[in-house]
T-cell receptor, first 114, second 111 residues
C-alpha cells in the first residue's frame, strides 16, 4: 500500500530534550516536506527536500533541522524543543514540485513540549 | 506575499442541501491550486489540482472550479460522510515556493 508513515504518532517531552520524528514513504517520491498545523494558523511548511541531500527552509524553519540521506526517509529533528513547538506535525511527499505536486500526507505526530 | 483565504470558516448543512466553499487567493503567477480533505486527527487527503482559469474537476459529489482570483468547491447533495475540513492551497510559479494553505472550511452535514 502506497503510504507515508510517521513515528511516533504521539510524543510528550520536556524542554531541551532532543527528539527526532521519523518520516518514510514507499512511493519513490522525489519531494518531501514537513508541516506543522496549529489552531487558527493552518498548515505551515517547516522544511522541504527536492531530492536526496537537497533540503531547504520553508516558512517556519526556526528550531528545526532535517536531513535527506535516503530518498524514502526525511526525519525532522528538534535539537532543543521548546513549548512553542507543541503542535501537530505532518510529513508529506510527492513526485515533484511541478505539475505533480499532489502531496500525500502522513497520519501526523502530535507533539507536546512541557 | 502569496495568500489564501477560505470562507466560510464553518458550514453546517442538512443532508442533501447543496452548497459551495470559497477559496480566494493572491499569488504571483499560479502554478497550481490544490484542494484537500482533512478528517479529525488525520493527515490531509488530496482531492484535486487545478492549473488554469476555467478548469473544472469532479469527484463523486464534489466539483472544483477555478477563476483567476478564486476557486470554489461545490458539494452536491452532501451526505454525513462528507463532513470534514476542506483545505485549499496554492503554489506560485516562481522558484521553489512552498504550498501556501488556507485555514480551511469545517463542513458538518447533518442527517
Amino acid at each position: 500500500e502506497a503510504q507515508v508513515t510517521q513515528n511516533p504518532r504521539y510524543l510528550i517531552t520536556v524542554t531541551g530534550k532532543k527528539l527526532t520524528v521519523t518520516c518514510s514513504q514507499n512511493m519513490n517520491h522525489e519531494y518531501m516536506s514537513w508541516y506543522r498545523q496549529d489552531p487558527g494558523l493552518g498548515l505551515r511548511q517547516i522544511y522541504y527536500s527536492m531530492n536526496v541531500e537537497v533540503t531547504d527552509k520553508g516558512d517556519v524553519p526556526e528550531g528545526y533541522k532535517v536531513s535527506r540521506k535516503e530518498k524514502r526517509n526525511f526525519p525532522l529533528i528538534l535539537e532543543s524543543p521548546s513549548p512553542n513547538q507543541t503542535s501537530l506535525y505532518f510529513c508529506a511527499s510527492s513526485l515533484g514540485r511541478g505539475r505533480f505536486n499532489e502531496q500525500f500526507f502522513g497520519p501526523g505526530t502530535r507533539l507536546t513540549v512541557l | 506575499e502569496d495568500q489564501v483565504t477560505q470562507s466560510p470558516e464553518a458550514l453546517r448543512l442538512q443532508e442533501g442541501e447543496s452548497s459551495s466553499l470559497n477559496c480566494s487567493y493572491t499569488v504571483s503567477g499560479l502554478r497550481g491550486l490544490f484542494w484537500y480533505r482533512q478528517d479529525p486527527g488525520k493527515g490531509p487527503e488530496f482531492l484535486f489540482t487545478l492549473y488554469s482559469a476555467g478548469e473544472e474537476k469532479e469527484k463523486e459529489r464534489l466539483k472544483a472550479t477555478l477563476t483567476k482570483k478564486e476557486s470554489f468547491l461545490h458539494i452536491t447533495a452532501p451526505k454525513p460522510e462528507d463532513s470534514a475540513t476542506y483545505l485549499c492551497a496554492v503554489q506560485a510559479k516562481s522558484g521553489n515556493t512552498p504550498l501556501v494553505f488556507g485555514k480551511g472550511t469545517r463542513l458538518s452535514v447533518i442527517a
